[in-house]
């Protein structure tokens, strides 16, 4: 009798179910693995609570941050929108050149103060995360943060997203010691806040959990998922009160599937994938080796200078690479135009992190795999004529960013909520995606994020 009763009950599973009895088979739920419990974090009343306010924290800080980066552009380049690297090229070269020395000036004295008035508190959300249990220092992620966002605003070339990112995580781990939440839960709530700061800024709320599962926390499970969806549609929706809710790239033609693109997505996954690996061993080796010294001083600034020596003749340099991506996604830049900025964004963005700064590397990497798509693409046409750049660029961006985060799904997600299309092209982006990812992943297996965490002791 005890052993029926055990048989149809799920008292085994954790939070405990409202109806006790199985179905009529008599299997239970917990058969389905990723549906057994919550794992170590425990899905409380109270810790809901924090992810609520950890993504109503987290949207607004990713509002203030872009209202800040606005400001600076709007200073450093008559930015009022549309083309940023337009406004870059309406400027003298003097001009340009002024201001990213300027740049790196703000940025060299900036980061010497938080790293050396600042010292011990943590600041790294990934290795807070994967080796740790997610504290981080909300005054030294918020200083980082700004200065981050204030050079990227007068042209320097990293990621806008990082700082949103860091903003979101710390916020959550405030949060966690105010609700004295345990180890675990601290953990999941800075993921998930992570994963939101990057949903909030891109309008990608979906992307931005799938990061959080498969980037931050390396997991699935049904617990993480929700939370990551809860946090990260929290966020993206309290940033639509002051950023509105279009797409990051606007105007991105729905392009159509033709064989000429399935048989290139073979051809150039391999290409990216191979490139890829190159390019993380680069950052990784330019992140273990940047300026920490009083070297920045000058360091810095003449690394800013020389990207602003580039960019005399490629404005689309400058910045995050957005406007770079979003030409190449709408079919704009000529061969020799694709292959001069896929070749150099990597290069001129590792300069700038090898001079100290600290910034994002997801945008300049998509912007870097969408010129190289183009530029595969434009070439592809001579042999096989017919299909619009553009197509293979969203193809290029996909598979460059899927594998160098080691994270295909998250890639294929983020680069279609980015550009509100590419259905179409789904199953060539899933080939070029997977075979970049597993060239990756068999010849190093580093990302972009595990490549930059600091050393042990650092």
């Known amino acids: 009798m005890a052993r029926n ?6 008292r085994q599973r954790v939070p405990q179910p409202l109806i006790k009895k199985r179905i009529a088979s008599g299997r239970g739920a917990m058969e389905q693995p990723n549906v057994t419990h919550d794992g170590d974090a425990a899905l409380t009343p109270v810790f809901w609570v924090a992810i609520v306010l950890t993504g109503v924290a987290t949207g607004l800080f990713g509002a203030g941050l872009m209202a800040l980066l606005q400001f600076v552009e709007k200073l450093a380049f008559s930015y009022h929108g549309g083309s940023y690297q337009a406004a870059v090229a309406a400027t003298s070269n003097v ?19 938080v790293r050396r008035y600042l010292k011990g508190e943590k600041a790294e959300i990934d290795d807070a995360l994967w080796n740790g249990d997610g504290e981080l220092s909300v005054r030294r992620s918020f200083a980082t943060s700004v200065i981050s966002e204030v050079v990227i605003g007068m042209g320097a070339s990293i990621g806008r997203e990082a700082a949103p990112k860091l903003m979101g995580g710390a916020s959550a781990s405030l949060l966690s010691h105010w609700f004295h939440l345990s180890s675990a839960q601290k953990r999941l709530l800075v993921a998930c806040g992570g994963g939101a700061g990057l949903a909030a800024v891109y309008n990608v709320p979906l992307g931005g959990a799938i990061f959080t599962a498969e980037v931050m926390l390396g997991s699935f499970a049904l617990p993480t998922v929700l939370t990551a969806l809860a946090c990260t549609l929290i966020a993206t929706m309290t940033a639509w009160l002051f950023l509105g809710d279009r797409a990051t790239y606007v105007d991105v033609t729905n392009y159509h599937l033709s064989g000429s693109i399935m048989v290139w997505s073979l051809v150039a996954g391999v290409i990216i994938g191979i490139l890829a690996v190159g390019y993380v061993r680069l950052l990784g080796w330019v992140s273990a080796t940047r300026t920490k010294s009083v070297n920045v001083f000058w360091q810095m600034p003449l690394a800013f200078a020389v990207v602003g020596v580039v960019g005399f003749k490629y404005p689309q340099l400058f910045g995050n690479g957005k406007d770079m991506a979003h030409d190449a996604f709408v079919g704009v830049g000529s061969l020799g135009l694709l292959f001069a900025l896929f070749a150099l964004k990597p290069l001129v963005t590792t300069l700038t992190v090898a001079s100290g700064a600290s910034g994002g590397v997801f945008t300049p990497f998509m912007a870097t795999g969408a010129a190289l798509g183009g530029f595969l693409g434009v070439a592809w046409n001579h042999l096989w004529p017919g299909s619009p750049v553009g197509a293979f660029a969203l193809i290029g961006a996909a598979a460059m960013i899927g594998a160098a985060m080691q994270a295909p799904l998250a890639g294929l997600v983020l680069v279609i ?14 080939l070029a995606t997977t075979i970049a990812t597993l060239i990756v992943r068999h010849i190093d297996g580093y990302s972009i994020y595990s490549a930059r965490l600091p050393g042990h002791g650092e």
């Open 5 to 10: 009763s055990g048989r149809n009950s799920e």
């Open 95 to 113: 001009h340009r050149l002024s201001t990213m020395v300027l740049a790196g000036v703000i940025g060299a004295i900036g980061w010497y103060l």
């Open 417 to 430: 909520e980015l550009t509100h299309t590419g259905f179409d092209l789904m199953v060539p982006m899933m």
